[in-house]
């Protein structure tokens, strides 16, 4: 029986004036995941934080810099070739995304975001955004 791969990756959830930053994937070669939409965020480097992980991410995807705030949500999803830790942070920033590897973004208040096609492994998170945040 094969072993399935472990990734370990972070997410934002920034917010801004009630809504939240949705970003669309690129296409890639797992339909499961090609062009659905996620919160921003990537893989743990060695040596790195999670919120030192998330600061490098948001820079480099978004050109975006982000205050980090608490810990939100962690999410263990199984995809069909590799099992996903994702660890979610509340964040807010004052800037305007510039796009270098999504097809789109949007900000959404909490109510509308189930219009979107997930990625599974975001589901739980945009499920605990519609509830409400404390």
Known sequence: ????????????????DG??????????????LS???????GKIEAGETETETLAREMKEELSMSVLIG??????NHLYPDFRLCLHVYLCTSRDEP??????SHLWLPGDALMRL????????????????VD
């Open 35 to 41: 062009e659905k939409w996620e919160f921003p965020g």
């Open 70 to 75: 608490r810990k939100l949500i962690v999410v």
């Open 117 to 132: 096609d997930w990625a599974e492994a975001d589901l739980p998170i945009a499920k605990r955004l519609m509830e409400g």
């Open 98 to 103: 510039q796009l270098h590897e999504h097809l």
């Open 1 to 16: 029986m094969q072993r399935l791969k472990q990734i370990t990756v972070v997410a934002a959830v920034v917010e801004r």
């Open 19 to 32: 809504a939240f930053l949705c970003v669309q994937r690129g296409a890639i070669d797992k339909p499961y």
